[in-house]
């Protein structure tokens, strides 16, 4: 079964360090996609980054980076040079496809908080 | 950057009572989607809708949902007897086809905070 594992429930880190948050994903698919998403407290979901199965390269989007370990089914966010905005939950999801349609599986999420 | 527009962004209504969610996807998109959290907890998977028609339906998407383009912008998510369970955010969420290229960014809007009292 498809399935995204966060383990971290919360973590909290220093304004301008970075920080790595996990995400472990489980797929017998050959061929999937893996998301991360910033939720604010104002509730939205904010795309950050997005690392497909096949691609050779890490995934970078600005100070976001993906930590794509295929043997080990690892997706790693890591934020460099954290700042107070980064405070949010965030989400690990993976593309899934069934039967023609495709949807996102999510994990539980966990809380990062910048300390200033 | 386009974005995906939900509204209301609050709403509350009696046990019972029928509610009738708004979204309107971004222009070029083709696939729609609905999501839901409930406080606390995680995303899950409502429906995918394309074609003018249902992808795929999640367990959670009994008779008493139901969705439906009804112009060439709007996407509607209609639970028809709200449950006090029915209390979430939703989410509605689009993308373009990108036949296959890396990039599968899904928007997501801002979301509509049901409350069902």
């Known amino acids: 079964a498809q399935k995204i594992t966060q383990t971290q429930p919360g973590m909290f880190v220093q304004e301008k360090e970075a920080v790595t948050l996990d995400c472990t994903y489980d797929t017998s698919d050959p061929s999937y996609g893996l998301f991360w998403y910033k939720q604010p407290s104002s509730g939205e979901m904010i795309f950050l980054i997005y690392?497909?199965?096949?691609?050779?390269q890490n995934a970078t989007e600005g100070r976001y980076s993906l930590n794509f370990q295929k043997a080990r089914k690892s997706a790693n966010l890591v934020i460099s040079a954290s700042q107070l905005g980064d405070s949010a939950m965030y989400f690990c999801?993976?593309?899934?496809?069934?039967?023609?349609?495709?949807?996102?599986?999510f994990g539980k999420g966990m809380k990062l908080t910048v300390n200033p | 950057e386009p974005e995906v527009t939900q509204t209301p962004s609050h709403q509350v209504t009696q046990m019972g009572q029928e509610v009738i969610l708004r979204c309107v996807p971004i222009s070029n998109h083709l696939y729609f989607y609905w999501y839901r959290q409930i406080l606390g907890q995680k995303v899950e998977f409502l429906v995918s809708?394309?074609?003018?028609?249902?992808?795929?339906k999640s367990e959670i998407f009994d008779d008493q949902f139901s969705v439906e383009r009804p112009d060439g912008s709007n996407f509607t998510l209609k639970i028809r007897s709200t449950k006090l369970e029915d209390s979430a955010m939703y989410f509605c969420?689009?993308?373009?086809?990108?036949?296959?290229?890396?990039?599968?960014?899904?928007?997501f809007g801002s979301g509509t905070q049901l409350s069902v009292l």
């Open positions: 690392q497909g199965s096949y691609d050779q």
């Open positions: 969420a689009s993308r373009v086809w990108t036949g296959g290229a890396t990039n599968e960014k899904l928007f």
């Open positions: 809708f394309y074609n003018n028609e249902i992808s795929e």
């Open positions: 999801a993976m593309r899934v496809l069934q039967g023609g349609s495709e949807k996102l599986v």
